[in-house]
């Protein structure tokens, strides 16, 4: 499979922009270590924790009285189409600095919690108005916009009361957990997520990094931060997995624009034409599909950039590596269908009409 970092040897002229703390001597690093992660499992290491992330907040959402609200929570949690993205890079985070599974899956659990919380709000129609979600129907059309709103309104303080009641005291200590929940809330809140979209409804076109920093960024970067944090991370980990999570978290989102416009129409004109509706949302909207992919080579660089600081930890790393190559290539998906059904190979392969 072409790696779709290769395409930066053949582009001399790429352009970096000036909120990217990358250099060319990162990208060539990015290179060899996309090798690495190549012979990682990823797929595996994912699947297992997705069955295990996806029984334990079967059980952490039992249906209670009124039943209609936590059905519309569940529904919306529990779709099948879910990634666990958010909680796998937490588990892992903490993971590679010697923290255990046992101590992660709370927070992982209310991460996701939160996160189905924000989409829930999200595809509202007085927000981005959205009829589907994660392969079903948005929450809103099958229950209503008012029991939507109450189901997302329930999971942001049910993901904080989850990682309280449930992390293992002899795991994590109490100073610790205060992070973990000072960290979320920050994350969703008025300088977060919430800033984000509001900017993105109100604000003019060219906020578009500001929107995908906040409503994607965020929760790529709360998630890295939160399993080190449990691990017991020192600040300069912290701030390592904070670059890391956030670079990630907007890589996943770029690619999706990429993927969704090239999905459009069969030439890449159009693509960019029906991309053009979305000027708020989409980096191809904003700026083409040759700069959208320049950001997401530079995300993808400073990602793994991120990590050198964590070689000495050996093969703990892989699976973090190795999330940043599936933000970008997406060469498998959790279906039977094999890899997804945009990808075959690299992006850069995609647009290579």
Not at 6 to 16: D, G, K, M, N, Q
Not at 52 to 70: F, G, M, S, T
Not at 216 to 233: F, I, K, P, R
Not at 322 to 336: K, L, N, P, W
Request: aromatic share 8%.
């Amino acid at each position: 499979m072409v790696l779709f970092a290769t395409a930066v040897t053949s582009c001399p002229y790429l352009h970096f922009p000036r909120r990217l703390s990358v250099t060319r001597q990162s990208i060539r690093c990015s290179l060899t270590t996309s090798s690495v992660s190549a012979n990682f499992d990823l797929k595996t290491y994912w699947s297992t924790l997705r069955e295990e992330i996806n029984q334990k907040l079967d059980e952490a959402i039992p249906v209670k009285y009124p039943a209609q609200i936590y059905e519309s929570m569940r529904y919306s949690v529990l779709a099948e189409g879910a990634k666990r993205a958010p909680p796998v890079m937490c588990v892992a985070a903490c993971e590679l600095l010697g923290g255990n599974r046992l101590a992660a899956f709370p927070t992982a659990c209310a991460l996701e919690m939160v996160h189905a919380a924000s989409l829930i709000h999200d595809d509202l129609p007085c927000m981005d108005d959205d009829p589907s979600r994660r392969g079903q129907p948005s929450n809103h059309t099958v229950f209503g916009m008012d029991m939507a709103i109450l189901a997302g309104d329930a999971l942001f303080p049910l993901g904080f009361r989850h990682i309280v009641s449930h992390t293992p005291t002899n795991l994590v200590p109490e100073t610790q957990l205060l992070r973990v929940i000072n960290e979320i809330a920050r994350a969703v809140g008025s300088t977060g997520m919430a800033a984000g979209q509001f900017v993105d409804l109100e604000g003019p076109a060219n906020a578009i990094d500001f929107i995908h920093e906040k409503k994607y960024g965020e929760m790529g970067e709360c998630s890295a931060v939160c399993g080190g944090l449990l691990a017991g991370a020192n600040d300069d980990e912290i701030q390592r997995l904070r670059r890391y999570g956030r670079a990630v978290g907007i890589l996943y989102q770029v690619v999706d624009d990429l993927l969704e416009a090239k999905s459009s129409k069969t030439k890449l004109v159009d693509a960019e034409k029906v991309a053009e509706e979305k000027k708020e949302k989409s980096y191809v909207g904003a700026y083409g599909v040759e700069k959208a992919m320049e950001v997401a080579e530079d995300l993808r660089a400073e990602a793994k950039n991120a990590l050198e600081g964590f070689e000495k930890y050996g093969e703990k790393v892989l699976p973090l590596y190795s999330f940043v190559d599936y933000a970008a290539d997406r060469s498998f998906s959790f279906s039977d269908q094999g890899p997804c059904e945009h990808s075959r190979g690299s992006l850069h392969c995609v647009y290579s009409i």
